[in-house]
């Protein structure tokens, strides 16, 4: 079992830049693929970013591809996500997840852990 702590949320202007962490506690954190959700008032909880255990791969939506960064460091027992350019639009609280395997990442089912989530408030 692991538990996860997510940090670093907060408000920023528009184009400004934020750099989430996700603190896994355990021995086990390089066996988990980790991934990064949102979820805005009232809307379901979507997928952003995913790394693999060993960090070789990563994916992410469309929405924030070229300017969000997933990057975990087994030795700290620690994901990040560093967002850049941020946009009202990705206004939400952001979710770490753990989970098994990379396989049907972009699906929340496939986590098993998830974080406490951090709130992103991004101002126009």
């Known amino acids: 079992q692991v538990q996860l702590v997510d940090s670093g949320g907060g408000l920023v202007q528009a184009g400004g830049s934020l750099r989430l962490s996700c603190a896994a506690s355990?021995?086990?954190?390089?066996?988990?693929?980790m991934g990064w959700f949102r979820q805005a008032p009232g809307k379901e909880r979507l997928f952003v970013a995913h790394?693999?255990?060993?960090?070789?791969?990563?994916y992410y939506a469309d929405s924030v591809k070229g300017r969000f960064t997933i990057s975990r460091d087994n030795a700290k027992n620690t994901v990040y996500l560093q967002m850049n350019s941020l946009k009202p639009e990705d206004t939400a609280v952001y979710y770490c997840?753990?989970?098994?395997?990379?396989?049907?990442?972009?699906?929340?089912?496939?986590?098993?852990?998830w974080g406490q989530g951090t709130q992103v408030t991004v101002s126009s």
């Open positions: 997840a753990a989970g098994s395997y990379s396989r049907n990442y972009y699906f929340s089912s496939s986590y098993d852990y």
């Open positions: 355990g021995r086990t954190f390089s066996s988990y693929a």
């Open positions: 790394i693999s255990r060993g960090g070789i791969s990563t």
